[in-house]
């Protein structure tokens, strides 16, 4: 059966180790969130998996298969990004970008040919992009080209597909809209999708399965229901909080209380 | 799994018949243009070797020259017509250097769009990380060393050239490179700051030069008055073999201006197509200037003209940018030995002087953002 395994990866940078001895599971069809606070390694996970950064110990298996000796067009044509905030040049129209994609699929000396053409018709038909592409990225919103680097990740045909905070910069219907098509993208396709959150309550409403970091290391992995509650998130995150079940699905919600302190001091300017 | 990829697969196929066709279309139709636009700069280019061979002190009729160029052809037979001296002048004298203007031509300017691709910066253009300052250096201790002015011009001087060209990128290269990566950043600064190094030894070298100053001056601004086929031919493998290389690169070139971490996402061997593109653009970089000192602004101009006109996709910008230069840099060269004949103007003076005119026109056409 696919998967996507890691066992005792430890990542850093330059000797230093951000995360430590890792072990991770996730299946076809599951969403996987990561959850845990800035600088906790959410997106160090997300660059190994992806081979940016190489593990200092430890392997990650992608069906049965070490990612570390695969070529980069092979790892790309098995594990496709979206990263946090890409640096995207204004002057592509839509349709080059998600044209992209088809890059690990082309040799050296071939160009891309009706086949990439149609499959990269079919992700922006998926992820509705299609009635824009030809526009160029500088006329296009945020959430727009967050749904251009999902169909760019689609037209690589992966098996696993990794999301570094794909909702980050997005007013909040943007963040419904991108964390619904990834979702269905996800069962539909059976994709393995393994994505960074440090929106608690997305992660809770949107993903399967929850890994929680902290100081390198997985402090707890569940459900959200497992997984987020008041005690977790003071320790973790240092937060005083309170989680109480979601209304229409019971999935845990988190909700903050201003400190004392900031509570008079703000309620006095008001007044 | 593997029924599951077929059964997607088959599905995007089908889509293909169904509604794709027309979309294809307008995909290749912007490919089309361009296709066009490749065909013609290469006959613009045959054109500007005849007119440019027809130009000089001794008068030649057009048709003489195109006729006399044809019969050198394979296959071609045509009765000579014309003085044994005119083939001599067109043959040994003005094709060799239209020949190595154009091949220095395409150098620079396909060197310049790989540059201003890598670095992802519109300013870079061939000299950018040292080759120019390392070229000067070695050509003024050309001029400096104490031998025979024949062996100097014909032999030390290009081959110092070249050799300090080649050191100061291997110095900046060695600088900048952390690990296994190689950061772009650090690669500039590394390359401004020996290049300025490199330049203050030569500016000390040529103030204390001299009668010499004004062999040296002629070189540093450019000049192709010595060329001959020997120079020609020693350039040529250079810039064949390192043009071909860089056109090869050209898709990674695209993704890769998305960024080296999305680049490696999507498949690419970042490290190895820099290293790869570096080596290839400095090499046909120092043996362009070896001969003919450091010309500049073709580098930086042709490919945006290029950029604005045709648009940023390096599968067309890298041979148009190669058919644009060479043509320029002919046309430039023919101007600088026709417009003050018998002397001759320095090339670099008439690469500006045209250059930049032009490229200013263009950038007020389009008005808009071209990087």
């Known amino acids: ?271 | 799994m593997a029924k599951e990829n077929i059964v997607r697969k088959s599905a995007a196929l089908e889509l293909s018949h169904v509604s794709v066709g027309k979309k294809v279309l307008l995909y290749h139709l912007g490919w089309r243009n361009r296709l066009y636009a490749m065909a013609g700069l290469g006959l613009l280019l045959v054109l500007v070797i005849v007119l440019t061979s027809a130009i000089g002190s001794t008068h030649i009729s057009l048709s003489t020259v195109g006729t006399m160029l044809l019969a050198r052809l394979p296959f071609v037979e045509i009765p000579t017509a014309w003085a044994d001296s005119l083939e001599i002048i067109i043959f040994d004298i003005r094709l060799p250097r239209v020949m190595l203007a154009g091949l220095v031509g395409a150098a620079l300017a396909v060197a310049g769009a790989t540059y201003q691709g890598l670095f992802r910066n519109p300013l870079a253009d061939p000299y950018l990380i040292g080759v120019a300052q390392g070229a000067a250096l070695g050509a003024v201790i050309g001029f400096l060393l104490p031998v025979s002015w024949h062996i100097a011009s014909f032999g030390l001087i290009p081959l110092l050239a070249f050799a300090g060209a080649l050191m100061a990128v291997a110095v900046v290269y060695a600088v900048a490179r952390v690990g296994k990566t190689l950061p772009m950043t650090t690669l500039i600064l590394a390359g401004v700051a020996l290049g300025a190094f490199l330049a203050s030894i030569t500016s000390y070298l040529v103030i204390t030069s001299g009668e010499k100053l004004h062999g040296i001056l002629t070189w540093l601004l450019g000049s192709f008055s010595l060329a001959r086929w020997g120079e020609v031919m020693v350039v040529l493998p250079y810039v064949l073999v390192g043009t071909v290389v860089i056109w090869l690169y050209a898709r990674p070139l695209n993704v890769m201006q998305l960024d080296e971490e999305q680049a490696q996402q999507l498949g690419i061997n970042v490290e190895r197509v820099k290293l790869i593109l570096l080596a290839a653009a400095t090499l046909i970089t120092a043996a362009a200037v070896c001969f003919c000192g450091t010309i500049g602004f073709v580098g930086i101009i042709i490919p945006h003209a290029v950029r604005l006109i045709w648009g940023p996709d390096h599968r067309f910008l890298l041979p148009l940018s190669t058919l644009a230069g060479a043509s320029f840099l002919i046309l430039a060269d023919a101007t600088a030995r026709t417009v003050m004949a018998p002397a001759e103007i320095p090339i670099g003076v008439i690469t500006a002087f045209l250059g930049a005119p032009f490229f200013l026109f263009l950038l007020r056409q389009k008005r808009r953002a071209i990087f």
């Open chain 1, 1 to 271: 059966m696919l998967d996507l395994r890691l066992k005792k990866v430890s990542l850093g940078y330059g000797g230093q180790l951000v995360l430590k001895g890792i072990e991770l599971e996730a299946k076809p069809g599951e969403i996987l969130g990561v959850i845990g606070p800035n600088g906790c390694g959410k997106s160090t996970l997300i660059r190994g998996i992806s081979r940016i950064i190489t593990p200092s110990s430890g392997r990650i298996f992608i069906d049965g298969q070490n990612i570390d000796g695969m070529s980069r067009s092979n790892l790309a044509r098995m594990v496709a990004v979206v990263p946090q905030n890409p640096l995207l040049p204004e002057s592509l129209t839509a349709f080059e970008l998600v044209l992209m994609g088809r890059t690990p699929h082309l040799g050296r000396f071939s160009y891309e040919g009706e086949k990439d053409v149609a499959i990269v018709q079919r992700a922006m038909e998926v992820t509705q992009t299609i009635a824009f592409a030809r526009r160029r990225l500088k006329e296009l919103s945020g959430g727009e080209r967050q749904r251009l680097v999902i169909a760019r990740a689609l037209a690589q045909e992966p098996k696993v597909m990794l999301l570094d905070e794909p909702t980050a910069y997005l007013d909040i219907n943007y963040q419904v809209e991108i964390l619904d098509l990834v979702s269905q993208l996800c069962r539909q396709q059976g994709l393995i999708v393994v994505a960074t959150l440090h929106d608690l309550n997305l992660a809770s409403q949107y993903c399967d399965q929850l890994v929680m970091l902290h100081g390198g290391k997985i402090y707890s992995r569940g459900s959200p229901g497992a997984v987020i509650n008041k005690q977790a998130i003071k320790e973790v995150y240092g937060a005083e909080v309170y989680v109480y079940p979601h209304p229409v699905n019971s999935l845990p919600m988190t909700f903050i209380v201003p400190s004392e302190d900031g509570h008079r001091q703000r309620s006095r300017k008001l007044g």
